[in-house]
């Protein structure tokens, strides 16, 4: 089984300030994590992906994120907000290649929605 | 690269009826998968297709089916449809030769309004 809890419904920052979306995971199997961004009346686009090379891993537009195995969290960071990212953000997990049922499915955290002021 | 595209964009449908939403995947891929995102909700898996085949399936009645083609695109049907299957459906595709990461590409949406 997997499921993935987004401790913040709503972020809201200041333009030029940090970002930090906190994301914990569960998963029986070791987990693929992806970070996704969706844009009002948008698709999903994918902003970074840990598949258990670095726990460090850097996305597009700045973000990044770490994994960390033993508190079970991939929380998403950007050092300093643009307006344009703005947007609502999405935890994903899915377990990495053979994990029983669950293999091919994502599961999706309830989404975090980030507002940037000016 | 079209990337993944999806038909149609909009749809209004009345209790009872039923829909059929369409997808291409990305060029070169050739797995399908289907997520339902109710408003306000984060998306939610349907099912997934591979060579023709459903492989995986989330927890959604017979309601939902799919179907892919030879050319990997696929349809997403839903009979006697109700007030809670209005959401967004999104097609996402992925090479099977990345299946050890499961990394996905979306498509823009189908929005379904049933009234």
């Known amino acids: 089984a997997q499921s993935v809890t987004q401790l913040d419904s709503h972020v809201s920052v200041s333009e030029g300030t940090p970002v930090l979306l906190r994301c914990n995971y569960s998963?029986?199997?070791?987990?693929?994590l992806f970070w996704y961004v969706q844009h009002p009346n948008k698709g999903l686009q994918l902003l970074l992906k840990?598949?258990?090379?670095?726990?460090l891993v850097k996305g597009i537009n700045g973000f990044e994120a770490e994994f960390k195995k033993s508190e079970t969290s991939f929380h998403l960071t950007k050092p300093s907000a643009h307006m344009s990212d703005a947007a609502e953000y999405f935890c994903?997990?899915?377990?990495?290649?053979?994990?029983?049922?669950?293999?091919?499915?994502?599961?999706f955290g309830q989404g975090t929605i980030l507002t940037v002021h000016p | 690269d079209a990337g993944v595209t999806q038909s149609p964009t909009h749809l209004i449908k009345t209790r009872g009826q039923q829909v059929t939403l369409r997808c291409s995947p990305k060029s070169g891929h050739d797995t399908v998968s289907w997520y339902q995102q109710a408003l306000g909700q984060g998306p939610q898996f349907i099912f997934q297709?591979?060579?023709?085949?459903?492989?995986q399936r989330g927890n959604f009645p017979d309601r939902f089916s799919g179907h892919q083609f030879p050319n990997y695109s696929s349809e997403l049907n839903v009979n006697a449809l109700l007030l809670g299957d209005s959401a967004l459906y999104l097609c996402?595709?992925?090479?099977?030769?990345?299946?050890?990461?499961?990394?996905?590409?979306f498509g823009p949406g189908t929005r379904l309004t049933v009234l």
């Open positions: 998963s029986s199997y070791s987990p693929s």
């Open positions: 840990y598949t258990s090379a670095a726990t």
């Open positions: 996402a595709s992925s090479p099977s030769e990345s299946s050890s990461y499961n990394e996905q590409f």
């Open positions: 994903v997990v899915t377990p990495q290649g053979g994990g029983g049922t669950s293999y091919g499915k994502l599961t």
């Open positions: 297709y591979y060579e023709e085949e459903e492989r």
